[in-house]
């Protein structure tokens, strides 16, 4: 999806001096394939990551198959999409652990934060912001 057109419909709805929040799952985790044994795209990937899937977040084993359509946007790209719409950026924090088992071979390092086996502490999975409006 294009950034500019997503940074200008928020920076439309946010009032001056309001603030956006958002956290999600940093672009480093997108670049892996399904099982998370190699680098399969790009950091800053073009191209749509379309994913055959079974099961739900909350019920991996519900008898439901869909195709799921993603794209990896680099960090930078998010940032600066925010910054030239007006949006300062407060505070960014990366987190080093996904809050529930949602990603294959997942484990629990502690309690509610999530890694994928082989992978503790070497990529951050989850990342958050808050920017305010000038």
């Known amino acids: 999806p294009d950034l500019d057109k997503w940074a200008d ?7 001056d001096d309001g603030v956006f929040f958002m956290a999600d799952f940093h672009p480093v985790v997108w670049m892996f394939d399904d099982d998370f ?3 399969q795209y790009a950091y800053n990937n073009r191209e749509v990551i379309k994913t055959d899937k079974s099961g739900t977040y ?3 084993n519900a008898a439901i198959h869909l195709a ?3 794209w990896n946007h680099s960090i930078s ?19 080093m652990y996904a ?19 082989g992978l503790e502490n070497k990529i951050p999975m989850v ?4 920017a305010r409006k000038q």
């Not at 030239?84 to 924090?93: A, D, M, R, S």
């Not at 809050?99 to 086996?117: D, G, M």
């Not at 990342?127 to 808050?130: E, V």
């Open 9 to 15: 419909i928020i920076a439309h709805f946010v009032k």
């Open 37 to 39: 044994t190699k680098i």
């Open 58 to 60: 909350t019920d991996p």
């Open 68 to 70: 799921e359509y993603g």
């Open 77 to 95: 790209e998010i940032l600066n999409a925010l910054i030239q719409h007006g949006l300062h950026i407060e505070n960014f924090n990366e987190f």
């Open 99 to 117: 809050p529930y088992s949602c990603f294959a071979h997942s484990i629990e390092v502690e309690k509610n934060k999530w890694q994928i086996k």
């Open 127 to 130: 990342y958050s912001l808050l």
